[in-house]
């Protein structure tokens, strides 16, 4: 009976490791489909997110049998209530790759992104796949001292969004009020998504000290 409920615990875990994948994944694919006008591309996003609203039900429903079943304590109690809560964090991820696709729909068959920003999206939209793939393997490792890292990771997307707002505000901006409702949306979609990849690091720091990040990152600087 313990084996297997060690084996639950740890299929909870792989899980949010392909959710991470896979919002990962679709992040990458969405700013594919944004940049180059790829309406196929975008679809295959938007559709591909049931599956990861399905994945998060699935972890949701093994999580509160083991809560009902097995009445966890400790460190097995931290594991299933972190485990739900990066489950919501990965399935807002997903949401906002969708977003990204939806805006790549809506424009279709132009490029909601005026070209001299595409290099700055594509940029974002590579960090956001780092972030979640590096979340990823924290999810899988336990390191959290790599997890401590994703705040000061964090800080470079952060920097690519100020500078998004800082075309917007240039009186040079000719793109239009539109465009520019758009480009600011597509900001804040990556930015939200590498906020949830460094939660979820967080979490994972949690689940292994009994302590919040901030609180451990305060410890050791």
């Given amino acids: 009976m313990r084996d297997t409920y060690h084996e639950e615990l740890d299929s909870i ?15 990458g694919r969405a700013t594919t489909a944004l940049l180059d006008a790829d309406l196929k591309l975008a679809e295959t996003v938007i559709e591909g997110d049931e599956k990861v ?7 949701e429903a093994r999580a509160i049998q083991l809560l009902a079943r097995q009445q966890p304590v400790a460190t097995d109690l ?3 209530v972190t485990s739900l809560r990066m489950s919501a964090d ?16 809506l424009r279709y068959p132009v490029s909601a992104v005026p070209g001299h920003l595409h290099s700055t999206i594509m940029e974002m939209g590579q960090l956001a796949q780092r ?24 800080d470079a997307m ?18 239009g009020i539109e465009t520019a409702v758009d480009v600011t949306l597509c900001g804040r979609y990556y930015e939200r998504f590498a906020d949830h ?10 689940l292994v000290t009994g302590e919040h990040a901030e609180e451990v990152a305060a410890a050791e600087g």
């Fill in 13 to 27: 875990g792989e899980g949010l490791v392909e959710m991470a994948r896979l919002v990962g994944s679709a992040m």
């Fill in 78 to 80: 931290r594991i299933v």
């Fill in 131 to 154: 972030l979640m793939a590096k979340a990823a393997d924290v999810i899988t490792t336990k390191n959290v001292d790599m997890a401590l890292e994703m705040e000061t990771d964090d």
């Fill in 53 to 59: 609203n399905d994945l998060q039900q699935e972890l």
């Fill in 158 to 175: 952060d920097a690519l969004h100020r500078k998004l707002f800082q075309h917007l505000m240039d009186d040079r901006w000719k793109d």
């Fill in 90 to 105: 990965l399935e807002r991820s997903g949401d906002l790759a969708k977003h990204v696709a939806k805006l790549a729909r």
């Fill in 197 to 206: 990849a460094v939660s979820c690091a967080g979490r994972v720091v949690y």
